[in-house]
């Protein structure tokens, strides 16, 4: 069955990013609200908050970017269409300005199908094709809006949703895996080589100095 194809800002509520003005003082080890940045977003469309910096004072005006679980933030502003799904602990984060906040009505489509969807490499060349071109590749709200989804009945939504979730623990899985065996491999140099290495440039040997040989003396037979 074909589905139909609804635009996007019918199905969601999509939130412009705040102002790059109320992040200046985004850090780490600090309390405050954790910031959502583009440098966040993993490969399998998830945030991971170990990396999430902080807002240490808020402004009551971040107030309306404020996120929540199923809640999906897709990136705006330079690698535009990166996208993740919220999941659990999420209801005191705030997104950053280079981002734009989705928020599925989910009686219309399934939040876990839309942020496959979106991630589906020709509907990113999609998104893509609506970009202001400039120094900085820019997607607005607009466009965004505009942007037309399928959406197939939402019980077949739920079972792809499943299968979806299901690759998505095992794509975290394997980069666990990854980042294990990076560690492995470095904590084997550590071991061998210990933590220090010589801080003099290994010096190459210089060829030896040539003999200088004395100039050669003609030599001139006499007659007798």
Request: overall charge positive.
């Amino acid at each position: 069955m074909t589905p139909r194809y609804v635009p996007l800002g019918d199905l969601c509520e999509i939130t412009a990013s705040p102002s790059s003005d109320l992040f200046t003082g985004l850090t780490v080890g600090v309390t405050g609200a954790p910031v959502v940045t583009p440098a966040d977003i993993t490969d399998s469309q998830r945030v991971s908050p170990e990396t999430l910096r902080r807002l240490p004072e808020p402004p009551p005006t971040l107030a309306r970017y404020r996120l929540r679980p199923n809640d999906l933030v897709l990136v705006r502003l330079g690698g535009v269409g990166r996208v993740a799904l919220l999941g659990e602990g999420a209801d005191d984060w705030v997104y950053h300005s280079s981002c734009i906040r989705i928020r599925p009505d989910a009686d219309q489509i399934n939040p876990v199908y839309l942020a496959a969807y979106l991630a589906y490499p020709p509907v990113v060349d999609q998104l893509l094709s609506h970009v202001q071109v400039g120094t900085v590749p820019v997607l607005t709200a607009g466009s965004l809006r505009s942007l037309h989804v399928a959406l197939p009945e939402l019980n077949l939504q739920t079972v792809m949703a499943g299968a979806l979730t299901e690759v998505g623990l095992q794509m975290d899985i394997q980069q666990r895996i990854l980042t294990r065996l990076g560690s492995v491999r470095q904590g084997l140099f550590t071991h061998m080589l210990g933590n220090d290495l010589p801080g003099e440039a290994i010096s190459r040997p210089q060829p030896a100095a040539r003999e200088r040989k004395s100039p050669r003396t003609r030599r001139t037979n006499r007659m007798s």
